[in-house]
């Protein structure tokens, strides 16, 4: 299986005052999970372990040229596969999104880091 581990892209967002939201849903049963969030230089969540619901970022009209940025760690503690995944849901801009990330580790016990970025843009 092909590996994607990093995301680099742009949310488009408007002038509403909608709230953006995040939501990340980590691995398969057994797999453990530290996540942090940043917004700029603030960071939102740090050392989250497992999956995050809905947690706001900012309101739509706010965000236009801010970064955030996501950090995981996965480590593989289920026996039924190597595969990890990590899963980046947007909602609240001008349209929904999800950013499926995934790695196949060589071992049981093996962690995976992901990395992602994404810039939020006004057209």
């Known amino acids: 299986m092909a590996t994607k581990t990093n995301l680099n892209t742009l949310y488009l967002v408007n002038d509403s005052t909608k709230k953006v939201s995040l939501e990340i849903t980590v691995g398969e049963e057994g797999q453990t999970a530290l996540l942090t969030v940043r917004l700029g230089r603030k960071i939102i969540l740090e050392n989250h372990s497992g ?17 955030l940025k996501i950090t995981a760690t996965i480590t ?8 990890t995944f990590l899963n980046i849901k947007m909602s609240g801009g001008v349209l929904a999104r999800s950013y499926p990330l995934y790695k196949t580790v060589e071992n049981e016990g093996d962690s995976a880091n992901y990395y992602a970025v994404i810039e939020f843009y006004k057209p």
């Open 76 to 83: 593989d503690t289920s026996r039924k596969t190597n595969v």
């Open 51 to 67: 999956n995050l619901s809905n947690l706001e970022i900012g309101k739509s009209n706010e965000l236009n040229g801010k970064v």
